[in-house]
């Protein structure tokens, strides 16, 4: 069994996240506790015990523990079936954290997987965008031969949610190492700028247009979709999500959420400055993708390098889970102003 202690590292719901994908992908019983034990209120909230469950539903586990602001889990997998499988947030709680809690886990499934979140967030403060996994997250992927498809029904904010989102994955079991030393040659910035109910304000052309002028200061051309939505009736809101793609393959991203009493352009700007931060210094990774591609890199084999901007609590976290639950080899290393992580081979 694993015994896992929550408040390790980030002390956050990344490691409740991560330790039950690798428990479900090993086939052991993981007893983690502590759960959230860093973070202002500690304990299950509705999107974790739902990303629990959904995964239990994809390889019919028991559960012990499984109940709101719950401290403690036991988790006991047992075959990774597939098929169609639901799950329902029913709060504005991440959809986009729940997918990455099960994704790891579709890839060892007996067949392929059709997972439709509802009643969830789409883009929400503390969690990547929807967007940024569709055209970063799983582009990056890609290159390791995962093959998952994502689509939206409906946009979903704070403080109602009620977005929905479809992840179809295909099984790979064996994942390719993910190599990316080079930065290369700058190809497109593209972008996609989101808002729900808010066209008459103009709010994604004013995010779209404050994000490009911030590119702009330093040299940077961009190409940034406008999508005024009218999916969710219930809840407006808005998103911008940024991606720039080089020649030899390195795909960094950035996103912004709109918020009460945020102005679109701060929304922009802040998205466009995070983008900045990750070309002027030529990474090949950007530090959300960096401990995103912790898990995948740990499963895959051989060698997997890449290079990224700073070492945040959460690749901390997962470097640290992914070494303790699969007796994977990290090494984290300063070269130039970038750190270069890297999986070993096993010998």
């Given amino acids: ?75 006991t997998p047992h075959e990774i079936r597939g098929g ?12 986009p954290m729940l997918l990455m809690t099960v994704l790891p886990i579709c890839l060892f499934a007996k067949e392929s997987v059709q997972l439709q979140v509802s009643k969830g967030g789409t883009d929400t403060t503390h969690a990547p965008t929807i967007n940024y996994l569709r055209n970063v997250f799983l582009p990056a992927l890609r290159r390791m031969g995962v093959e998952a498809e994502l689509s939206v029904q409906r946009y979903g904010y704070y403080p109602k949610g009620n977005g929905e989102a479809t992840l179809t994955v295909k099984p790979t079991p064996k994942l390719q190492p993910f190599r990316l030393e080079s930065f290369g040659k700058l190809q497109t910035i593209q972008g996609i700028s989101t808002c729900t109910f808010l066209a008459d304000r103009k709010v994604a052309d004013r995010q779209a247009k404050t994000a490009t002028k911030t590119l702009a200061t330093k040299g940077y051309d961009a190409n940034i979709k406008i999508l005024n939505d009218a999916s969710n009736p219930v809840q407006k809101g808005s998103s911008i999500a940024l ?103 096993e010998n």
């Fill in 84 to 95: 169609k499988v639901e799950a329902e947030i029913g709060t504005a709680g991440s959809i």
């Fill in 243 to 345: 991606w720039a793609e080089t020649d030899s393959g390195v795909i960094l991203g950035s996103d912004a959420i709109g918020e009460l009493r945020k102005m679109a352009e701060a929304v922009g700007m802040e998205a466009g400055e995070k983008l900045l931060a990750e070309l002027e210094v030529h990474a090949t990774v950007d530090e959300h993708l960096a401990d995103m591609l912790v898990p995948y890199v740990a499963l895959s084999e051989g060698t997997s390098t890449y290079l990224t901007r700073e070492v945040t609590e959460h690749l901390e976290a997962n470097i640290w889970l992914a070494e303790k639950m699969l007796g994977a080899r990290f090494t984290v290393n300063r070269v130039g102003g970038l750190y270069k992580v890297e999986k070993m081979a």
């Fill in 1 to 75: 069994m694993f015994e896992i202690d929550g408040s390790q590292k980030s002390g956050s719901g990344t490691i409740l996240r991560l330790a039950v994908a690798l428990a479900a992908i090993k086939s052991e019983p993981l007893h983690i506790t502590n759960i959230r034990q860093n973070r202002p209120k500690a304990g299950l909230k509705p999107q974790h015990l739902e990303s629990v469950f959904t995964a239990a539903k994809l390889c019919n586990a028991e559960l012990k523990g499984a109940t709101l602001e719950s401290r403690e889990l036991w988790f």
